[in-house]
Structures are given as C-alpha cells and as structure tokens.
T-cell receptor
Framework: GEDVEQSLFLSVREGDSSVINCTYTDSSSTYLYWYKQEPGAGLQLLTY?????DMKQDQRLTVLLNKKDKHLSLRIADTQTGDSAIYFCAEISGGFQKLVFGTGTRLLVSP | DTAVSQTPKYLVTQMGNDKSIKCEQN?????MYWYKQDSKKFLKIMFS???????INETVPNRFSPKSPDKAHLNLHINSLELGDSAVYFC??????????FGPGTRLTVL
C-alpha cells in the first residue's frame, strides 16, 4: 500500500541545521520529492532525487536517500526564519505517476 | 507569465450549490492533476488527465467531474456541494511522468 510518513513538527533556532525525515513504502518509486508550503500559499518544488542516487546537494539543501530502508531526509543548512513552513516529501507511485504525499512536517525557526 | 494558474483563489458557497474551479498551464505539459488538501494539510490526488484523457480517478464521489477542453486546461466541477468538500484544491501539471508543478490553490469553503 501507499503510506508516506513524516514527523509532524520540528523546531530549530536560526542558524542551526534542520533535518526532516520521511519514510516511504513504494520501492519502485523512480523519483522522490520535497515540496515546501508557506502559510496560505501553494506547493513549491524544492528539490528531488532520482532513486538510483544516494545524495543530492543544492545550495543549502542536502537530500539523502537510503533505498534499503526506504528512508529519505532533507537537511537545511543555516536555517533561516524564512524557512518556516510545512515540508512535504512525496513519492511517485504506480504506472500513472501520481504523487503520494507524506503527512507534512511543520518547521518552526525561531530567532 | 504564471506557469500554473487557478481561478478563483477563494470560493465561499452554500451547501447544495454547484461550482467550478479552473486551471490553466502554459508550460506545454501533457499531464494535469487535481489534488485535495484537507484541514489537517493532508494532500491526496483526485484526478489526472493526459492529453485530455482521464488516467487517474481516485475513488472521488461522482459529484466531482473534471473536464479538460484542451491540453492546457483542466477544470473541476463540483455538484451539490457538501460541508466536507471544504478544502484547498490544487491543480498541477507535468511533462509525461516527470516532475509536477503546482498552482497556487483554491480555498473552497462550504457553509
């Protein structure tokens, strides 16, 4: 079945690193994604990783993928107050390429 | 030059009414989607169209009817609105099987 899990909340201080974790179930997923949703706003694509990669770095963002454990993480270096948002991981599932989203992690960055 | 646009942004209506939400993408993508985000921020796919053909229908009540007049548009019509239909509805598009880009969302409130 499809079940993508994330912890619900994360609170960090400005300047610290944030790590948001996600576990997924579909081992055939070709891509895994991270989306950001600010209050009252839409979904912004942050980054993605192809399933044959272990790591992808994009400026302050680092994505780690452990296919064996079906575990995905997003590390945000030097977290800023503007990073406060809900972060969703998502996997591509099935032949019709639908996105299955995690429950979302609400990141709160305090000054 | 918005990539994926939705109208209206907010929609407040009475139970039992019929309403439509429009979505347009100017990215030249083949595939379009509708997702529903409930009050707990959980996101779930509703429909997907590829080149104007329905390819995903995720057990959505038949009061919801998507319509794709052309490849760049996917509208969502909802009959006999119920309280439980209150949510944020997101449209997305992608090149076939590739990364999905989301619209800003339409917040539907049914009174």
């Amino acid at each position: 079945g499809e079940d993508v899990e994330q912890s619900l909340f994360l609170s960090v201080r400005e300047g610290d690193s944030s790590v948001i974790n996600c576990t997924y179930t579909d081992s055939s997923s070709t891509y895994l994604y991270w989306y950001k949703q600010e209050p009252g706003a839409g979904l912004q694509l942050l980054t993605y990783i192809f399933s044959n990669m272990d790591m992808k770095q994009d400026q302050r963002l680092t994505v780690l993928l452990n296919k064996k454990d079906k575990h995905l993480s997003l590390r945000i270096a030097d977290t800023q107050t503007g990073d406060s948002a809900i972060y969703f991981c998502a996997e591509i599932s099935g032949g019709f390429q639908k996105l299955v989203f995690g429950t979302g992690t609400r990141l709160l960055v305090s000054p | 030059d918005t990539a994926v646009s939705q109208t209206p942004k907010y929609l407040v209506t009475q139970m039992g009414n019929d309403k439509s939400i429009k979505c347009e993408q100017n990215l030249g993508h083949d595939t379009m989607y509708w997702y529903k985000q409930d009050s707990k921020k959980f996101l779930k796919i509703m429909f997907s169209y590829n080149n104007k053909e329905l390819i995903i229908n995720e057990t959505v009540p038949n009061r919801f009817s998507p319509k794709s007049p052309d490849k760049a548009h996917l509208n969502l019509h909802i009959n006999s609105l119920e309280l439980g239909d209150s949510a944020v509805y997101f449209c997305a598009s992608s090149p076939q099987g590739d990364t999905q880009y989301f619209g800003p969302g339409t917040r539907l409130t049914v009174l």
